[in-house]
């Protein structure tokens, strides 16, 4: 995926203007090594398990991930004509999506055994769950909830002041809400499932240090929370994935 050099429509500043939208920095609770070979395109927590899949033509993976280590524990190679990107598991079934190749796989979640290939028509981004439908991004400001076969239920319009925010990136449904990376940011957006209107805006910028950084490091993306409520961070990349709390500005 190529690297764009984008503007949010101003977030930061036209925030101020609608009181409901809350403004956020982090703090940083833990931290832990990540691979620097994971070009993180998708990342949650299942049943204790952290998943993530990687993107890249001829690198695309799909891994479970030792948190203390950042090691894989298994690891799963797609085939090299295929960009890996979002993934989630719902009713057993791991999603992942790919980029531009218009199809979606389908494995076991427990032994990542492939199990089908489904037709998508659009690009894969980002993509997660409310328990009972998928959410998907395709890189625009419309997010797609769909059925177990990926079949479009509802569009939702994303806005901030009511003006669309592009590049909605990688998801994770937490505490019914809807976070996404804005993909070339350092911001993370928290939508209201409901009206498709921003509610918080989570400045990232700085999280990973200067001196962390190589000719590799990528963007922010990868948004995990764990079953005790922790949240967790990454980027493309990176060498670190941190355990982070909000601090209301």
């Known amino acids: 995926m190529k690297k764009l050099w984008i503007l949010i429509l101003g977030l930061t500043l036209c ?3 609608e009181a409901q939208v809350k403004e956020y ?6 931290e832990y090594p990540h691979r620097t070979d994971a070009y993180t395109q998708g990342l949650f927590f299942q049943d204790g398990t952290l998943y993530e899949t990687t993107g890249q033509y001829g690198e695309s993976t799909i891994r479970t991930v030792n948190l203390e280590s950042g090691e894989p524990t298994a690891i799963k190679k797609l085939n090299r004509k295929y960009f ?14 790919t980029w531009t190749n218009r199809v979606a796989f389908r ?4 032994t990542l055994e492939y199990k089908s290939t489904v037709s998508y028509p659009r690009e894969g981004w980002g993509l997660t769950t409310d328990g009972k439908q998928l959410i998907a991004s395709d890189g625009s400001s419309t997010l797609y909830f769909l059925d177990r076969n990926l079949k479009v239920l509802r569009k939702l319009p994303v806005t901030l002041n009511g003006r669309p925010v592009r590049y ?28 498709g209107k921003v509610e918080g805006l989570v400045d990232c910028a700085g999280l990973l240090p200067a001196k ?5 490091t990528d963007v922010l993306n990868g ?3 764990d079953a005790a409520g922790r949240i967790y961070v990454t980027g493309k990349n990176w060498p670190r994935l941190y355990q982070i709390e909000l601090i209301e500005k």
Do not use: M, Q
């Open 168 to 195: 909605l990136n990688e998801l994770e449904w937490i505490d019914g809400k809807i976070w996404a990376n804005v993909y070339t940011t350092d911001s993370i957006v928290i939508i209201n499932p409901s009206s």
């Open 212 to 216: 962390l950084h190589t000719r590799d």
């Open 25 to 30: 920095r982090l703090k940083v609770v833990k």
């Open 223 to 225: 948004i995990a929370r």
């Open 107 to 110: 494995y076991d979640a427990a």
């Open 84 to 97: 890996g990107e979002g993934s989630v598991i719902l009713d057993g079934e791991l999603y992942v999506l």
């Open 15 to 17: 925030a101020c203007s």
